[in-house]
Nanobody
Framework: QVQLVESGGGLVQPRGSLRLSCAASGSIRSINAMGWYRQAPGKQREMVATITSGGITNYADSVKGRFTISRDNAKNTVFLQMNSLKPEDTAVYYC?????????????????WGQGTQVTVSS
C-alpha cells in the first residue's frame, strides 16, 4: 500500500529555517504532482506549495520568496525548504501526492496524504 512519510518538523525561532521532506513508498507507478499543505489552529487547511513531475511549481502568496519546493523523482521524494520563518507559519504541515499505484494487481489513481508534521515558530 502507498505510504507517505514526513520528517523535518520541529521548533524553530523566527527568521530561522527548516527543511521538510516527504518520501512516498509502495507499489507506485508514477506521481503526477506532490505538494505541501498546512493547517493552523482555528484555520482551514491551505496549499503552501506544489510541484509537478515536470518541475512546475506553485506557491501560496504568503510564502513566496521564503519557501522553496523541490522534488527527487527517482526517489519519489518532495522537499520544502522554509527560510525566514514567521510565527504565522506555525501549523501542522501535510504532504500530498497525486499518484498512480497498484492495488490487488490493478492500476489505480489516488490522492494520498502524510500524517502531518508540526512546525512551530516561536522565540
Amino acid at each position: 500500500q502507498v505510504q507517505l512519510v514526513e520528517s523535518g518538523g520541529g521548533l524553530v525561532q523566527p527568521r530561522g529555517s527548516l527543511r521538510l521532506s516527504c518520501a512516498a513508498s509502495g507499489s507506485i507507478r508514477s506521481i503526477n504532482a506532490m505538494g505541501w499543505y498546512r493547517q493552523a489552529p482555528g484555520k482551514q487547511r491551505e496549499m503552501v506549495a506544489t510541484i509537478t513531475s515536470g518541475g512546475i511549481t506553485n506557491y501560496a502568496d504568503s510564502v513566496k520568496g521564503r519557501f522553496t519546493i523541490s522534488r527527487d523523482n527517482a526517489k519519489n521524494t518532495v522537499f520544502l525548504q522554509m527560510n525566514s520563518l514567521k510565527p504565522e507559519d506555525t501549523a501542522v504541515y501535510y504532504c500530498n501526492a497525486d499518484l498512480a499505484y497498484l492495488r490487488f494487481g490493478l492500476l489505480r489513481q489516488g490522492d494520498y496524504w502524510g500524517q502531518g508534521t508540526q512546525v512551530t515558530v516561536s522565540s
